[in-house]
């Protein structure tokens, strides 16, 4: 079994920035497709940034600019900076990852099997 885990999450004030960071137990479970997803209260889960099979990396029009991935293939871990953060980005931030997802259906959270435990993130004014 795949174990997915991220951390990196907690309380900031409008402004400020965080770094979460998603990391994979098997290390042959590399060089897959991965992704960030979050849910707020009352509202869908939604993809927030995501790398798909071929390395191409998608990002959600309510946070570009503001957010983004890289990786560090030697830890098997994915990170996600996210600066300038807003009330609007509060909710749990869920690492998703698979072995094969494509360009056009990054978004749908039925393309990942494996999920994080998902981590807090709380932003305030």
């Known amino acids: 079994q795949v174990q997915v885990m991220e951390s990196g999450g907690g309380l900031v004030q409008a402004g400020e920035s965080l770094k979460l960071s998603c990391t994979t137990s098997?290390?042959?479970?590399?060089?897959?497709?991965m992704a960030w997803f979050r849910q707020a209260p009352g509202k869908e889960r939604e993809g927030v940034v995501g790398?798909?099979?071929?390395?191409?990396?998608h990002t959600a029009d309510s946070v570009k600019g503001r957010f983004t991935i890289s990786e560090d293939n030697a830890k098997n871990t994915l990170y996600l900076q996210m600066n300038n953060l807003t009330s609007d980005d509060t909710a749990i931030y869920y690492c998703?990852?698979?072995?094969?997802?494509?360009?056009?259906?990054?978004?749908?959270?039925?393309?990942?099997?494996?999920w994080g435990q998902g981590t807090q993130v709380t932003v305030s004014s």
């Open positions: 098997d290390l042959t479970f590399a060089h897959t497709a």
């Open positions: 998703v990852a698979d072995w094969e997802v494509g360009a056009g259906t990054w978004y749908e959270p039925d393309e990942y099997t494996y």
């Open positions: 790398q798909d099979t071929n390395g191409y990396t």
